[in-house]
């Protein structure tokens, strides 16, 4: 695995919602999105992951979102580019595009519907591992993708794929997560997708989370990353809660 910086892709990044006005897109409502997550104190953001309802919209819409966040946050936090399709050519134009636009590292949902094999999964994410130098992180989703990812697999893709960093983990198994950190290193970034289970995996070792509520509560969570960070699991679980 390449190394990172120690803070990087630890944290809260939320991933934003996409605003619309009369039918289009409303750049200009992401941009001031974008400055509240900076204000909330979230460590980065995530543009065009689920919660900003992909599959409505356009490549073009798409690259755009994420040229605005880039214009916006101007290298105050980092920006996560959420670049996966269901098909293969739309998520290598999508990773070569976030490239180009100077995003920081790229998300990658495992492929859905079409209920790959582990072994597609393997050659799938090799293929889009060798089309660039961005950190890679894989996107988990069980109950959105019909596909889950086993633990075997996803050692095999980090020996084909240095620049695999880490996992968005949108799932009831804590056991993926004890298992992947004893297999590939406290350096291998888990975000942990589902509210609920954010503090616990924290706890277990989790580097950050990627949860829609932060479009809502950007510093709260923050503050729980922050919270269990430090060693305030008291504090962090009271942070929970408020949450909950």
């Given at each position: 695995?390449?190394?990172?910086?120690?803070?990087?892709?630890?944290?809260?990044?939320?991933?934003?919602?996409?605003?619309?006005?009369?039918?289009?897109?409303?750049?200009?409502?992401?941009?001031?999105?974008?400055?509240?997550?900076?204000?909330?104190?979230?460590?980065?953001?995530?543009?065009?992951?689920?919660?900003?309802?992909?599959?409505?919209?356009?490549?073009?819409?798409?690259?755009?979102?994420?040229?605005v966040a880039v214009e916006t946050v101007r290298g105050r936090i980092p920006i996560v580019a959420a670049t996966g399709g269901q098909s293969h050519a739309e998520t290598v134009e999508l990773c070569a595009r976030a490239?180009?636009?100077?995003?920081?590292?790229?998300?990658?949902?495992?492929?859905?519907?079409?209920?790959?094999?582990?072994?597609?999964?393997?050659?799938?994410?090799?293929?889009?591992?060798?089309?660039?130098?961005?950190?890679?992180?894989?996107?988990?989703?069980?109950?959105?993708?019909?596909?889950?990812?086993?633990?075997?697999?996803?050692?095999?893709?980090?020996?084909?794929?240095?620049?695999?960093?880490?996992?968005?983990?949108?799932?009831?198994?804590?056991?993926?997560?004890?298992?992947?950190?004893?297999?590939?290193?406290?350096?291998?970034?888990?975000?942990?997708?589902?509210?609920?289970?954010?503090?616990?995996?924290?706890?277990?070792?989790?580097?950050?989370?990627?949860?829609?509520?932060?479009?809502?509560?950007?510093?709260?969570?923050?503050?729980?990353?922050?919270?269990?960070?430090?060693?305030?699991?008291?504090?962090?679980?009271?942070?929970?809660?408020?949450?909950?």
């Amino acid at each position: 695995m390449i190394a990172l910086e120690p803070g990087f892709l630890r944290g809260s990044y939320p991933p934003l919602v996409t605003p619309f006005h009369d039918g289009a897109v409303d750049y200009d409502a992401f941009a001031r999105l974008v400055e509240l997550q900076i204000a909330g104190g979230s460590h980065g953001i995530v543009v065009a992951g689920t919660t900003a309802e992909p599959s409505t919209l356009t490549l073009d819409e798409r690259a755009r979102l994420l040229d605005v966040a880039v214009e916006t946050v101007r290298g105050r936090i980092p920006i996560v580019a959420a670049t996966g399709g269901q098909s293969h050519a739309e998520t290598v134009e999508l990773c070569a595009r976030a490239e180009r636009s100077g995003a920081d590292a790229l998300l990658v949902v495992t492929q859905y519907y079409i209920r790959p094999p582990q072994r597609g999964l393997v050659e799938y994410f090799a293929d889009l591992g060798a089309r660039t130098r961005k950190p890679i992180l894989i996107y988990h989703i069980p109950v959105r993708a019909a596909v889950t990812l086993e633990l075997d697999t996803l050692v095999q893709i980090a020996k084909r794929v240095p620049n695999l960093v880490g996992m968005k983990h949108a799932a009831n198994d804590l056991d993926l997560v004890s298992d992947a950190l004893e297999n590939l290193g406290d350096e291998f970034r888990i975000h942990v997708g589902l509210e609920a289970l954010s503090f616990p995996m924290l706890c277990l070792g989790a580097s950050g989370m990627m949860n829609a509520v932060g479009n809502l509560a950007p510093r709260h969570v923050a503050r729980l990353y922050e919270a269990v960070a430090g060693g305030h699991l008291e504090a962090a679980r009271a942070l929970h809660f408020e949450l909950l």
